[in-house]
Nanobody, 125 residues
Framework: QLQLVESGGGLVQPGGSLRLSCAASGVALNYYTIGWFRQAPGKEREGVSCISSRDGRTYYADSVKGRFTISRDNAKNTVHLQMSNLKPEDTAVYYC??????????????????WGQGTQVTVSS
């Protein structure tokens, strides 16, 4: 039973930074492909950034390339999403997700089996 917990969300001004964390208890996230997804009101859930358990391959949505970085901290059994130069359009609930199998599509929501509860990120002046 894999349980994921997100943290680090909050209110930030445009141009600011936040670091989101995805933590697991009792299961090594090193064995799982991890994805960060977000969903804004009235919009579909979209893949933001994902990292493969197989080869470390990463994916970034075009809208966040150069601004967001996904990384693993195996000592703390966590995965981070460092977000910089935040924009109002980044406002959403951000979810951490995990999958232990082979994914044909690295950062599509339907590929992932396990999900956290989400953390709110609000970018506003």
């Amino acid at each position: 039973q894999l349980q994921l917990v997100e943290s680090g969300g909050g209110l930030v001004q445009p141009g600011g930074s936040l670091r989101l964390s995805c933590a697991a208890s009792g299961v090594a996230l090193n064995y799982y492909t991890i994805g960060w997804f977000r969903q804004a009101p009235g919009k579909e859930r979209e893949g933001v950034s994902c990292i493969s358990s197989r080869d470390g391959r990463t994916y970034y949505a075009d809208s966040v390339k150069g601004r967001f970085t996904i990384s693993r901290d195996n000592a703390k059994n966590t995965v981070h999403l460092q977000m910089s130069n935040l924009k109002p359009e980044d406002t959403a609930v951000y979810y951490c997700a995990a999958d232990g199998g082979i994914l044909f599509r690295l950062c599509e929501p339907d590929e992932y089996d396990y999900w956290g509860q989400g953390t709110q990120v609000t970018v506003s002046s």
